[in-house]
């Protein structure tokens, strides 16, 4: 099936169809992928999936994503010179860092270690996160049995401290280099006490190594482009 053949293309016309395509939304994990792609400098177009209006749910977006979730992308330049859909941001970040040989080591166990970090994050920090988000944030604050928050933030103070703990005497997760393993944590880490608001709950002052590294990650120029991608309708 060609770029132009796979129905997502029907709701959104790629206008630039030599380049990868991204259907996400500024989330957590819609911006791990933004961001890879402005840290490697890959050609992309990106197509802003409206939760607000049920653009996931569309039959269009779900013959590329059938769990109905941002981000996914389509690359018309994939292995083998043929298209590849894709979603599931972990596996995205993995296939961008390969396609371009940036973002992961080249050396085997470090590789592997990387990803071992990677899935610290896809598995623990971003349900773990996203649970206490809800509850605090959303509707699940007006819920009147606490427990299901307590437990998540204990939980979200566990993994922060793994993570700070790790940090501690490195710029990044895996030392001197930068990798998929940030990009994939430091969003979430951005957004537990940025959008959702839940410092003062998980005792943010207790984590000076992720403040650290959160900086530095939040200073970097394709980090500062990659968060506002795809741009959010103006209110």
Known sequence: ?????????????AQHPQRLQLYSLPTPNGVKVSIALEETGLDYEPHLVRFDTNDQLTPEFLALNPNNKIPAILDPNGPGGHPLALFESGAILVYLADKTGQLMPADPARRYETLQWLMFQMGGIGPMFGQLGFFHKFAGKDIEDKRPRERYVAESRRLLGVLDQRLRGRDWVMGDDYTVADIAIL??????????????LVGWPDFPDVQRVLAAFLARPAVQRGLNIPARPAA
């Open 1 to 13: 099936m060609t770029l132009h053949e796979h129905p997502i293309t029907r709701r959104w016309p």
């Open 187 to 200: 969003p979430w880490v951005n957004n537990l006490v940025g959008f959702y608001g839940a410092g003062d």
